[in-house]
Each structure stands twice: as structure tokens, then as C-alpha cells.
């Protein structure tokens, strides 16, 4: 009987606005969730009715459908904390709950993503939130560069884990000079006066040692003029707190050096005599001393870095890469993903990079506690892209993402449930009086 279907529709109404209640109830009292992603309930109708149209009907109701627009963004909040970290575009952090970090080697640990996270070192360094949230990343090379990883697996992920203890030191690898030579040193018939001077550099434990560079005139006879020629000899020394004590270890190489008379006196040529060869194309030699090769660039010919005019000697240029030993003193992710740690000695250095997570469908994801979300057959697999590459966006520290509710937009549709289910209700009322009326014609 149609008035029967009438009541169950009205309840159908009631239970549908109720749903829309809870949902609403949700995004009100997470408008202030860092990462929450708004609950919308949808309505779609039923249709119980006689599909042939034979003059009769059936109230169907309605029936509803409760999900998360996880693929809707949030604005981002700055913050203070350098590993406040979201997402500027698509894609999420991998991350695991903190239970879950002793059974990492049984390789069942579930991956979970989340759009942000405030993250903090706890007391064995592991990057977490305040909920228990561990960030997954892989760990680069001591060189800084990161290993080749498996894009579809979690297998190369590893806990993100900061050492604040950590000493490093930086080995010096390449060192640039610029010195101008004495041209009337080489005047035939004076006097031999060398020219030396000592360049810092950091070995393989960050120890401060010294490549000293000497520079000997060659000088002809008298009446010759100038020879424009000089023999450089680089010997490693120790750097000791008594410098009278420092030994010759050892004559790394040795070259001829000569220049030209044109202006600003360049450098014309080099001939090796012992030790690296070099390289007139880009002006290096290789010296090998005790903590192993280093680049030495001394101009090209023609070029930059060693001159001869007639001033006296002088280094005008020297620079150099490594640094002594120093400590963890600040941490930060850039936007390409890298958390890069910096030292008290000024020396950068990566230490891992956080992909981010994309699915084919982000709105498929299966939503857990703490803004988190669990691959489900509807998302489709994930994939671990690098930051801003592919359909992802880049990662920003310093901040975090606002909730997805629109508190204003969320009071309207209160409002507008409320007065459906008092509609609902008066159905169910109206109803009953219609039944009543059709238990009093036996009276």
C-alpha cells in the first residue's frame, strides 16, 4: 500500500539527513585539523514504483553515500618549525605509525600517507608527530647522492633518523689559485729568490693540513733579460701547533711554468715533471698527498690564475671545498624532497629524500585515523615520485596544510538539513494521522 511506502520513505529521509548530520559534524569540528579532508554525503533516490506506469506508485526513499574529497586542497599555514612539511600540489608523505617500527624488518608493515605532518625528533632521533606518525624517506650516500630505488615498492624506504650528535667533516677535493709572480725576478743575473706560500686544505678526517707551493725563478746570465720561466714545486705538509716541527712528507709534484709578455703576463705553458699531469684545456693538475687526489687549478694559458708582472708576489685569489669537523645545527627540506642538514663548519650535506605518494585515484583511498590514508582496491597502486616531478607537487617546510572545511558553507548546509529532516518527520507524522483516520471508520 502507497501510504505504507510513504512512512518508509520518510524514515529512509530521516536516516538520510542523519548521515548528513554526522558528516556535517565532522568537518565542523575538524575545521581546524591540520590535513582533514571534508566528509560530503550524497543523496541518490530509490524506485520501487510499477515500471510499467499501471497508475500506481511506491515511495522508493532515498539512500545515501558518505565520502572524503581527498584530492582537494587545503591552504597552507606557515609555521616556525623547519620540519613542518606540505605539499604544494598533488601527492602525499609516506609515513608509518610509530608501533609498527620493530616489525619494519618482516616487510607486512602497511605504507600510510599523509597531505602534512608537524615532525619532531624524538629521544632516539626519529622524525614523528605529536600522533605517532613516522616519515619514510631513503637514506643518500655519505657523498650525499641517493641510491637507485624501487618506484613501486616500499622496499627502500627507511625511517627518517636524525643523529644531532653527528660530526662531519668534508675532505677538500678541489682548490683553485690565483698568484701573481715578481717578473724581474727572472732578470738574468740577479739573484734567485723564491716565492712560497702555504694553501690550507682538510684531509679525509676533517685534520687541517697544508699543500705548500713554491715558486723558483729561473735566471740566466747576466745581460739575458728575463726568462719569464719558473719551477713549481707543491710539497704536503702537516699543520701542527709547533710549525718548526712539521716535516717534508712529501714533493707531490713539480712543473715548469712559463709566461708570456703580453699584457697582464699570462701563463703560456706548463710542462709536468713530476706528479699529475696538466690540463691546459681547463687548467688542472692532480696532485696525489696523503689523504688522496686533489684538483689543483692553475689557469689556463692565457687565461686566469697564475700571472708574472712586476709587482711582488701574491696570492690574489685562493678557494677551496671540504671543512674541518663540525656539528648537526640546523635540518630543513628543500622543495625537490632533500632533507638537508647543515653544520657548525658551514658544510651542507643531504642526508635523505622523501619521495611523495600519487595513486590513479586519490578519492579512492581508504581514510584512517590521524588524516592518514591506506592504499584500497578503488585508489588503483601507488607509485613514489620525486617531488615535483610527474603529477606531484613540490614539498614546502615551514608549513602545514589548513583543513578543506568551509565552516560558512558547512552552517548553511546544517541549516538546510535540519529543516529536510523536520520535513521527513512531518511525513512520518501526517502519516500516522492517515493511518489513525483509517482505524476510526470501523468505529
Do not use: C
Request: hydrophobic fraction near 35%; avoid cysteine; charged fraction near 15%.
Amino acid at each position: 500500500m502507497s501510504i505504507s511506502s510513504a512512512l518508509s520513505a520518510g524514515v529512509s529521509g530521516l536516516n538520510a539527513n542523519a548521515a548528513r548530520l554526522a558528516g556535517i559534524s565532522d568537518n565542523i569540528a575538524n575545521s581546524s585539523t591540520f590535513g582533514y579532508r571534508r566528509v560530503v554525503t550524497d543523496f541518490e533516490s530509490i524506485v520501487l514504483g510499477d515500471p510499467r506506469g499501471g497508475g500506481r506508485y511506491t515511495a522508493g526513499g532515498v539512500a545515501t553515500f558518505s565520502h572524503r574529497v581527498v584530492d582537494q586542497r587545503g591552504n597552507l599555514v606557515g609555521t616556525d618549525n623547519p620540519l613542518d612539511i606540505a605539499i604544494s600540489g598533488n601527492g602525499m608523505l609516506p609515513v608509518i605509525n610509530s608501533s609498527k617500527l620493530n616489525s619494519l624488518g618482516n616487510g607486512n608493515v602497511p605504507l600510510l600517507m599523509t597531505r602534512t605532518g608537524g615532525f619532531r625528533a624524538d629521544e632516539e632521533g626519529v622524525l614523528k608527530t605529536t600522533s605517532g606518525l613516522v616519515l619514510m624517506g631513503w637514506a643518500a650516500n655519505r657523498d650525499g647522492t641517493i641510491p637507485q630505488q624501487s618506484r613501486d615498492s616500499t622496499a627502500g624506504l627507511v625511517p627518517v633518523v636524525l643523529n644531532k650528535n653527528e660530526v662531519y667533516a668534508e675532505p677538500t677535493t678541489r682548490i683553485g689559485v690565483g698568484f701573481n709572480l715578481p717578473a724581474e725576478a727572472t732578470v738574468g743575473g740577479g739573484t734567485v729568490t723564491p716565492s712560497s706560500t702555504n694553501v690550507e686544505y682538510f684531509d679525509n678526517l676533517g685534520a687541517s693540513r697544508a699543500l705548500t707551493m713554491s715558486f723558483t725563478p729561473t735566471v740566466g746570465a747576466a745581460g739575458s733579460g728575463r726568462s719569464n720561466s719558473w719551477t713549481m714545486e707543491i710539497r704536503d705538509y702537516a699543520i701542527t701547533d709547533d710549525p718548526a716541527t712539521a716535516a717534508d712528507e712529501s714533493l707531490v709534484g713539480s712543473y715548469t711554468l712559463d709566461f708570456d709578455d703580453a699584457a697582464g703576463g699570462p701563463l703560456a705553458s706548463v710542462t709536468t715533471l713530476s706528479g699529475g699531469a696538466y690540463d691546459p684545456a681547463t687548467g688542472d693538475l692532480v696532485v696525489n698527498v696523503a689523504s688522496g687526489p686533489i684538483t689543483v687549478n692553475i689557469g689556463r694559458p692565457g687565461g686566469t690564475g697564475l700571472t708574472q708582472i712586476s709587482a711582488d708576489f701574491s696570492p690574489t685569489n685562493v678557494t677551496k671545498d671540504g671543512a674541518a669537523a663540525g656539528t648537526l645545527a640546523a635540518v630543513e627540506v628543500d622543495e625537490n624532497g632533500y632533507l638537508q642538514a647543515t653544520y657548525s663548519n658551514g658544510t651542507t650535506r643531504t642526508l635523505f629524500q622523501i619521495p611523495l605518494v600519487d595513486v590513479p585515484n586519490p578519492n579512492g583511498l581508504l581514510a584512517l585515523d590521524n588524516q592518514t590514508y591506506q592504499i584500497s582496491p578503488d585508489s588503483g597502486a601507488f607509485y613514489l615520485w620525486n617531488a615535483g616531478d610527474g603529477p606531484t607537487g613540490a614539498i614546502t617546510g615551514y608549513a602545514r596544510e589548513g583543513s578543506t572545511t568551509d565552516v560558512a558553507a558547512e552552517l548553511t548546509d546544517l541549516i538546510q538539513t535540519q529543516r529536510a529532516y523536520s520535513s521527513n518527520a512531518k511525513i512520518i507524522q501526517t502519516v500516522d494521522e492517515m493511518l489513525q483516520e483509517t482505524t476510526n471508520i470501523k468505529r
